[in-house]
């Protein structure tokens, strides 16, 4: 990302920056193809399928076998499982709403908006994303229906069908993604994790040898630098993986990201690289190979040779990627085997808690719900008020839009009005001028279907910089062609359509951008700190004597921790696709946070290892005067942690830590009771509090420097 903003900003002209940016993003990669193919095919045979048998709302079948999750078959399948029981769900809470409220048009429209921030509640809160997407799907496209004077028995049916619609799509995708998989099985984020650290190894290869890089890893790197992680840390977080194995397999995801943004930027140049630095490159080398081969054999990593003697500081950049590296084995401290922390492919998600852990204590989440509900009531009020329902698609785009929105940027708010307009106004409606009039046939209309879909899913497949366009040109098309079994002759359904949806983004514009947004460096800085804040609440932890609330307690924090760390990524690449007078500046603070970040989450994960010990389980109790030391070394932690938070804020750093005597004063207590002790067998586990707590010490004590 770093390296691209830069190329952008050396751009010569505005024209020739955006010929380099759609040959970057438009160039085929591994995978692609297969999964352009994939979507592509999903899409068609709903679309066939709705058409042969006049199903109603098939353009919402479409959307959704269009843009439907294909992180794994494992997620696929696991979605599906969901399906009925969530779409049910929403079909009883429709219907019961139409029972109770219909008859009064002030309760039903306090009704409807309570509905819409349930809606936005649920897909912010929800363990199971997959369910409250679907959730939300049909009750946003069923509360029109319901708005409609027509008697209550078609309206049931309407709803009903509306059910069969989105089932029916997301079946096919699950079928597709099942045959796929018997011809490809994978691990989609080991796989994209082992493919980064490939590319740095030929790179660091290159530099060890003293030859030149050759021209197609400098262009596989930059492809990985522009494609970013966003897709993988969604991966990640709606995969099912125990909490703890997310928190680790996060921070590595991160760290890889973070090595392709350095290696993008070192990639085309030119150092006099001295024999020793030459070893140690190599040295850099075998041990991201180490960390590939453990991935991919499901083994905790290890790193097989310590980095005691750095790269010479005329290597700034090469030196970061060691630093970090070195920082690989932090991010499974305690870590025993890979089998402890995730589950085998075909198992099933082991949280079965309805709402994530800190549904109830995060305003985040009625933040988000509240703009939601917001966005989509002013679009309803306004379309009902002029008696205008043909423009009812702008609710269905608040939604829609929403399922992607994690900060404000207005790079996605231009990608969506251009979508919008492209899939709506050019190929929506300039079809329905140049093309339909002229078919007579479903085979016609499929090619003409193909025409836009397979353009659209290839775009929809690009980095973040460009893939929403692919996404918002379905939807639009879509909406217009393919919710009537007939070739339409007049235009004003297909313009009311287009209106809906520009109301909608405008709407999420106002709502999301203007009334609650902020530069995403401002959002970045105050999430960073916050989880800073966050961490040294942590570190005191467990606060309860009772072991079950304490655990209840770590766990609700960790979870908040572990999402914010991949909200400050989220904005950081926010960040990087903005622009503005202070875009040089940003970018600077950007890339600051990025790499602070990797300690935090070093320190995290360090932690979770020493909460054992100062909660005392089975296994890891300690002697009352380690544990009392321990306590006074957290606190120390707690406090350096809260002075560099407020650093960050520009206020007074507060109380003064003195961590580096209170770590000492803990190795003292330990030595002193492991002499006192010999027999006892407490040896081990003192020995690792020790090593835990050093390692703790070294990485604050560095942050507090950098910061």
């Not at 090595?259 to 070192?266: E, P, Q, R, S």
């Not at 002759?489 to 405008?506: E, F, H, M, Q, Y």
């Amino acid at each position: 990302m770093d390296a691209l903003s830069q190329s952008i900003n050396r751009a010569p002209s505005p024209l020739a920056w955006f010929k380099e940016f759609l040959k970057e993003e438009l160039a085929p990669y591994p995978g692609r193809g297969a999964l352009v193919a994939r979507v592509v095919l999903a899409a068609s045979i709903a679309m066939i399928l709705t058409m042969i048998f006049r199903i109603p709302y098939g353009a919402y079948c479409a959307i959704y076998a269009f843009t439907m999750s294909r992180e794994s078959p494992e997620a696929t399948v696991e979605a599906f499982k969901t399906l009925v029981t969530s779409l049910a769900f929403s079909v009883l809470y429709v219907l019961l709403g139409a029972i109770l409220f219909l008859g009064d048009p002030d309760l039903r429209l306090l009704w409807v908006i309570a509905s819409f921030f349930v809606m936005f509640y649920a897909l912010s809160t929800m363990t199971n994303y997959t369910a409250a997407a679907r959730f939300g799907y049909l009750l946003i496209i069923t509360v029109p229906l319901w708005d409609e004077h027509t008697p209550a028995g078609l309206r049931v049916e309407g709803t009903l069908w509306a059910f069969g619609a989105i089932t029916l799509g997301s079946a096919i995708t699950l079928a597709i993604e099942l045959v796929f998989s018997e011809f490809t099985p994978r691990d989609d984020l080991v796989q994209a994790i082992s493919e980064r650290l490939v590319a740095i190894e030929e790179l660091l290869g290159c530099f060890a040898e003293t030859r030149p890089v050759d021209a197609q890893t400098m262009k596989h790197i930059t492809h990985l630098a522009m494609l970013g992680t966003s897709r993988l840390r969604r991966t990640l977080q709606r995969a099912g993986y125990s909490p703890t194995f997310e928190e680790q397999m996060g921070a590595v995801l991160v760290l890889a990201g973070r090595l392709v943004d350095i290696a993008a930027n070192v990639a085309d140049l030119n150092f006099d690289i001295s024999d020793a630095d030459r070893e140690r490159i190599r040295t850099l080398a075998e041990n991201i190979a180490g960390i590939r081969h453990d991935l991919a054999t499901r083994r905790v990593p290890r790193l097989t040779i310590a980095h005691e003697v750095p790269i010479s500081p005329t290597l700034p950049l090469l030196r970061e990627m060691q630093k970090i590296i070195a920082l690989s084995a932090d991010a499974f401290a305690g870590a025993q085997s890979w089998g402890a922390y995730s589950p085998p492919p075909s198992s099933a998600d082991p949280r079965r808690a309805l709402l994530v852990r800190d549904a109830l204590s995060n305003p985040e989440h009625v933040e988000f719900a509240l703009k939601g509900c917001l966005a989509a009531s002013l679009c309803y009020i306004f379309y009902n008020a002029k008696n205008w329902p043909g423009i009812g698609t702008a609710v269905t785009t608040c939604f829609l839009t929403a399922l992607s929105t994690v900060g404000a940027s207005h790079q996605k708010q231009i990608l969506r009005i251009t979508g919008a307009i492209a899939g709506g106004v050019v190929l929506g409606i300039g079809a329905q001028i140049l093309v339909m009039p002229y078919l007579d046939s479903l085979a016609g209309f499929t090619l003409l279907f193909l025409t836009v879909t397979i353009p659209a899913a290839w775009i929809a497949t690009s980095g973040p910089r460009l893939s929403y366009f692919g996404s918002q040109i379905v939807v639009a098309f879509y909406l217009i062609n393919l919710s009537e079994f007939r070739v339409q002759t007049s235009l004003v359904p297909g313009r009311d359509r287009v209106l809906g949806i520009l109301l909608g983004l405008a709407m999420m514009w106002l709502v999301f951008d203007q009334l609650w947004g902020s530069p995403a460096i401002v959002q970045m800085k105050k999430v960073f700190t916050s989880n800073l804040r966050l961490l040294a609440q942590f570190v005191r932890e467990p606060v309860s004597q009772d072991l079950i609330v304490a655990t209840e307690q770590s766990y609700s924090l960790r979870e908040t921790i572990n999402k914010n760390f991949a909200s400050v990524r989220n904005y950081g690449d926010g960040v990087a696709l903005e622009f503005g007078s202070s875009r040089q500046q940003d970018l600077v603070w950007r890339s600051h946070i990025v790499g602070w970040q990797l300690l935090v989450r070093a320190v995290f994960l360090t932690q979770i290892a020493l909460w054992k010990y100062r909660a005392r389980l089975p296994g890891f109790e300690l002697p009352e005067p380690v544990h009392e030391a321990q306590k006074e070394f957290a606190h120390q932690v707690a406090i350096t942690l809260g002075s560099i938070a407020n650093r960050m804020e520009g206020k007074s750093t507060g109380e003064k830590a003195a961590l580096e005597s209170s770590v000492d004063q803990l190795e003292q207590v330990i030595r002193r009771t492991a002499l006192n002790h010999p027999q006892e067998a407490f040896g081990a586990q003192l020995q690792a509090l020790l090593i835990l707590s050093h390692r703790i010490e070294t990485l604050v004590s560095s942050l507090a420097r950098e910061i």
